[in-house]
């Protein structure tokens, strides 16, 4: 069985490559739902339903764990899923998402314990990061701001032009401005990484960027080894497999030129 890994689109690859780093023995399989991304705009009812769609499409093709590699999706269908959905698809299988592992490492990386976390509109308005930095470290002040422009510039592969130099710098100064003793900007949203490059020229040297990626996949790899019950049922022939909602040709050359190797989808429809 394999490990399946899902996003709105081709932000979820920023999360696979780091896994398959760290677990390269795994058999993957990666599904974007390009057609109907993005999610951040959506309301919870919407992503809901999509998420729950893609993950039992994910279970169908023979996936026993699901990592919702998308906040959005975690922010608003995880819980949902993992209480009232599993139960009666199939209580022997998992969903997990990427909130929970990243808040976890925030209180030792932040020395004013002032962090700011950039999202989608969607992942902002669940308030998922400060309720669960709340729970877990009381004593960090969260600002969470959205980046509504951001997800768009990565899908249409905008993520070189003056266009992404204007939203990246815009929303930077905007997140600094609510609280300039920030020292640590989470990219709340798998899709942001790959505007890194901008990020980093746009945000004060000694502010933090922390990337969800290595986090998750060490996340993941805890979970597996104090999981026996699901790793033994992984197969081990070190393949990924990659699945998109929209047409092949798209999400190929840009999956590839993301992934810096080449990649070959297949198009499905729930
Ligand atoms: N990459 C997703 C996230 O981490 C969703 C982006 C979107 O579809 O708006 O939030």
């Known amino acids: 069985m394999k490990i399946g890994v899902f996003d709105s689109g081709y932000g979820g690859l920023t999360i696979l490559k780091e896994i398959r780093k760290r677990l390269p023995q795994y058999d993957y399989l990666y599904l974007g739902d390009n057609a109907r991304a993005p999610y951040g705009t959506r309301s919870f009812e919407i992503v809901y ?3 729950l769609q893609a993950v039992k499409a994910l279970f169908e093709r023979g996936c026993r764990l699901v990592v919702l590699a998308c906040n959005t999706a975690s922010a608003k269908a995880l819980r949902t899923i993992q209480q009232n959905d599993l139960p009666s698809i199939d209580p022997s299988k998992r969903v997990l998402g990427v909130i929970r592992p990243t808040v976890e490492i925030l209180s030792e990386m932040s020395k004013t314990k002032h962090v700011g976390i950039l999202a989608t509109p969607g992942t ?6 400060s309720i669960e930095l709340g729970k877990l470290s009381p004593e960090i002040i969260t600002t969470e701001h959205a980046c509504p422009m951001w997800v768009p510039l990565v899908e249409n592969n905008e993520i070189d032009s003056p266009g992404a130099d204007y939203f990246v ?3 930077i100064k905007n997140i600094l401005a609510k609280d300039p003793q920030i020292d640590t900007l989470v990219l709340g949203c798998t899709h ?6 901008k990020i980093k020229e746009y945000a004060p040297e000694n502010v933090n960027i922390v990337c ?4 998750v996949a060490e996340s993941l790899a805890d979970y597996l080894q104090r999981h026996h019950e699901i790793e033994n049922r992984l197969s081990t022939t070190a393949t990924a497999t990659y699945l998109t909602t929209e047409h092949t040709e798209k999400f190929d ?3 590839s030129l993301f992934m810096g190797k080449p990649v070959m989808s ?5």
């Open 49 to 51: 339903e999509f998420t």
């Open 124 to 129: 902002v308005k669940s308030h998922s990061y």
């Open 169 to 171: 710098e815009k929303e």
């Open 192 to 197: 942001y990484p790959l505007l890194l490059p």
């Open 212 to 215: 969800q990626g290595q986090i």
């Open 253 to 255: 050359s840009l999956a």
């Open 266 to 270: 297949h198009t499905i429809s729930f």
